[in-house]
């Protein structure tokens, strides 16, 4: 009995205080830090349209034919966005494993706007964003004060791109913070359209998967956002402006019960693509969103977000 209590409190020891074991990473060490935000604005604006690529969570299961097959699918990317947990864990082999293929594939060199999940985090009571992604990812300055984590915000020619770390969300100091920051952000996007990146979801797109802090806190400011994209719950679903993503983390089974003005379809590997559509020059008019399938690159949905 006390081996059996001994066994169970080292267990939960390793999950309360530490993070699992990192495994061994066997190739030589590939030395690469994404380019940074300043890349993403010499970018934008070289091609008649700008495209922005969406990727959910991934968790290490995307290959270089993955990324190929979008690259070759997709013309002219600006920069690839990312909502969260691209990693399975916050460790420097995960991180080798994802340039593995990264840096073999056909977007490699292409600007990133990233955001952190919980699997980017180290695990237990003192839970901080893993050094090895706030190494390797760019952010801003403009963060809100006092608050940790990677919030921050970029200015590109039509959209104001607003990064939320939801993960320090759990205390109340923290949440108020980031709210008179993001309040700020939005009212002063101008003729930007607003689109922001968080990893758990307003509105849950899976069983189980509900965040009672993000839809408390957070649903009214971010309902006068242009587009509002998530991941977390490994699903799909859309409510205006809020679309929730999964690129390649473990499908979960898609939640019975839907509001009306709820659309989804079942639980699928996608890719999103963003499109700025413009009537008159430096005066965006809506935003093109397309769907499609990882694997086959079939259009699964789309709509237009018009800016008001």
């Known amino acids: 009995m006390l081996v059996g209590v001994t066994v169970l409190c080292i267990v939960r020891?390793?999950?309360?205080?530490?993070m699992p074991e990192e495994p061994f990473w066997p190739e030589e060490p590939i030395e690469y830090t994404f380019p940074s935000l300043d890349s993403v604005k010499a970018v934008?604006?070289?091609n008649a349209t700008s495209t922005y690529v969406v990727l959910g969570d991934v968790h290490n299961n995307l290959k270089v034919d993955d990324y190929n097959a979008i690259a070759s699918r997709v013309e002219h990317i600006d920069a690839v966005l990312q909502v969260g947990d691209w990693m399975q864990r916050g460790q420097n082999y995960y991180y080798q494993a994802l340039l593995y293929e990264w840096t073999r594939s056909a977007l490699y060199g292409t600007p990133v706007i990233v955001c952190p999940g919980n699997h980017e985090y180290t695990k237990g009571i003192n839970k901080q964003l893993s050094p090895v992604?706030?190494?390797?990812?760019?952010?801003?300055d403009n963060k809100p004060i006092?608050?940790?984590?990677?919030?921050y915000c970029i200015d590109l020619p039509q959209v104001r791109f607003i990064v939320l770390d939801t993960n320090p969300?759990?205390?109340?100091?923290?949440?108020?913070?980031?709210l008179t920051w993001m309040r700020a952000l939005i009212d002063s996007a101008g003729d930007r359209f607003i689109v922001v990146l968080m990893h758990?979801?307003?509105?849950?797109?899976a069983k189980g998967r509900v965040n009672p802090i993000e839809f408390s806190f957070y649903h009214h400011v971010l309902s006068d956002a242009d587009l509002v994209l998530a991941g977390h719950d490994h699903s799909y679903m859309r409510r205006a402006p809020f679309v929730v993503m999964n690129s390649a983390g473990e499908l979960k089974p898609q939640r019975t019960k839907m509001k009306a003005d709820t659309a989804f379809i079942e639980p699928v590997y996608g890719v999103l693509t963003i499109q700025p559509k413009s009537t008159k020059p430096s005066h965006p008019a809506q935003l093109d969103l397309r769907v499609y399938r990882l694997d086959n690159g079939v259009l699964v949905d789309s709509i237009y977000v018009q800016h008001d």
């Open 13 to 18: 020891w390793q999950a309360w205080f530490g």
């Open 44 to 46: 934008v604006g070289k």
């Open 133 to 140: 992604w706030e190494k390797a990812f760019p952010q801003t």
């Open 146 to 151: 006092g608050v940790p984590g990677a919030s």
């Open 169 to 178: 969300m759990a205390h109340v100091m923290y949440l108020t913070r980031t």
């Open 200 to 205: 758990h979801p307003v509105f849950s797109a």
